[in-house]
């Protein structure tokens, strides 16, 4: 049995219509509940619920403290190549796209993440566009391997694979793989992945149970926010997370709700998600996933990271750069994507420690260590940002 086997679209939207009409009771008592139903969930998304973010932003940042306690892991992306073979129209990597392509030699790869260790990052994610000859699974392997050397996280943010080619990632010493569905609507996804690999909507879905048969012990999923509906895009991601850990117990699993951000290409989302309605999918996140990690890229700016850090987040990127050999030699390469948060991790995690967090740099696992004191409750006025 896989995910693309089970998943319905068409009766996740059929849930989201009846739950548009939820009372405001029925969104609090799903709110309070441990697990949730997705006939419950689904409240968690409609208009009523809406209306209630400062409540619920109460609820999750105890669920959040409850479970991680006040520490937040810090990573940073190191990425080995931006030479593709698909044509993604929102991506910067895109095949045909005038970009400097670039794709780092091992060597090269190593000089990047000391760099990384250098300024305190020993969580790396290896991320890389998809171009079956310049980055193969033997290519991978070895720079899990040498990276290892330096960091004691290694994760990979790559093409979807076979499961043997994950197994040789974990033999490498690999520690999690993070593959964002981009969007769970099939149709959505044909209209924006034209060209190459990638297009196998399907293959990509039940990649990360491949990776957990595998033997990897982390996975990171999440949708790409602006290609779809993000109510949608919500309640299919909780499916596929719970999928995960009922199917994949083996394997921690995290979420992640990035947002299109400009790119080359021009690309111009057709469901720009507002700061408001960011928030609320966070917090249904955390609500309805109270075992999940959530990540936050620099995708978003440091004033919105600061003040989502204590609605459900427990992991954040840091000092990021998105363009392959970025930390030795910025603008060498074109990047995928621009970045909203400069500050160095350095600078991340001070402000962290003023928020009451624990910044932690080297080891995933920490994360989710015993309860530590509690941070901060938000204040009042502080859960919802401006639109």
Known sequence: MTFSSTFDPRATRELLERSARASGGAVMAAAQRRAPSFEEAAALLSPAAGDRLEDLAQLAHGATIERFGNTMALYAPLYLSNECVCTCTYCGFSMGLPVKRRTLRPDEVMREARTLSERGIRNILLVSAEHPKHVNAGYVALCVREVKLAASYVGLEIA?????????????????????????????????????????????????????????????????????????????????????????????????????????????????????????????????????????????????????????????????????????????????????????????????????FDPVFKDWDQSIAPVAPAAPAPSQGSAVAGD
């Open 160 to 356: 979807a694979a076979e499961e043997d080619d994950y197994r040789r990632y974990v033999e490498a010493g690999c520690d999690g793989v993070v593959l964002y569905q981009e969007t769970y609507d099939p149709q959505a996804y044909a209209s924006y992945h034209l060209g190459g690999p990638k297009k196998k909507y399907a293959w990509r879905l039940d990649a990360p149970q491949r990776a957990s048969r595998a033997g990897v012990p982390h996975l990171g999923i999440g949708a790409l926010l602006g290609l779809a509906d993000w109510r949608f895009e919500a309640l299919a991601l909780a499916q596929h997370a719970r999928w995960l850990a009922r199917h994949c117990w083996r394997s921690q699993v995290n979420v992640s709700l990035p947002r299109v951000n400009h790119a080359e290409g021009g690309f111009e989302p057709a469901h720009r998600v507002s700061d408001r309605d960011f928030v609320h999918f966070l917090l249904f996140l955390r609500l309805v996933l109270p075992e999940a990690g959530i990540t936050l890229s620099t995708r978003e700016t440091p004033h919105m990271r600061d003040r989502l850090a204590p609605l459900g987040v427990t992991q954040m990127s840091a000092g990021s750069s998105t363009e392959p050999g970025g930390y030795g030699e910025p603008g060498s390469a074109g990047e995928q994507f621009e970045l909203e948060d400069h500050r160095s991790p350095r600078e991340v995690a001070q402000r962290l420690r003023e928020l009451g």
